[in-house]
Nanobody, 120 residues
């Protein structure tokens, strides 16, 4: 089993920055390394939407709505995922969820989420 724990959310003013972290742990460490980790977000009344991801090979993808403002990265052990969020806007207000999808079986794990609120 793999567990994901997010942190770093909070309340920030328009134009501010936050850095989210997601730590992956469990007894399947090789599967953690060989995985894509990323972020989705969900605002009240909206569907969960893709934000950004980093693959096991280092490929980065992000949604058009956050491109140029958000940057995702992984540490050298590939077990910690970050999301640097700059120039935050009220539309970025949502609960941000970390996910991990294993390369081998495409099994997906989710964290509990961390709330980001941007005030205007």
């Amino acid at each position: 089993q793999i567990q994901l724990v997010e942190s770093g959310g909070g309340l920030v003013q328009l134009g501010g920055s936050l850095k989210l972290s997601c730590v992956a742990s469990g007894n399947r460490f090789p599967h953690i390394i060989s995985s894509t980790m990323g972020w989705y977000r969900q605002a009240p009344g909206n569907e969960r939407e893709f934000v950004a991801s980093v693959s096991s090979t280092g490929r980065r993808d992000c949604a058009a709505s956050v491109k140029g403002r958000f940057t995702s990265s992984r540490d050298n052990t590939s077990s910690v995922l970050y999301l640097q969020m700059n120039s935050l806007q009220p539309d970025d207000t949502a609960r941000y969820y970390c996910y991990l999808r294993t390369d081998l079986s495409a099994t997906t794990y989710w964290g509990q989420g961390t709330q980001v609120t941007v005030s205007s």
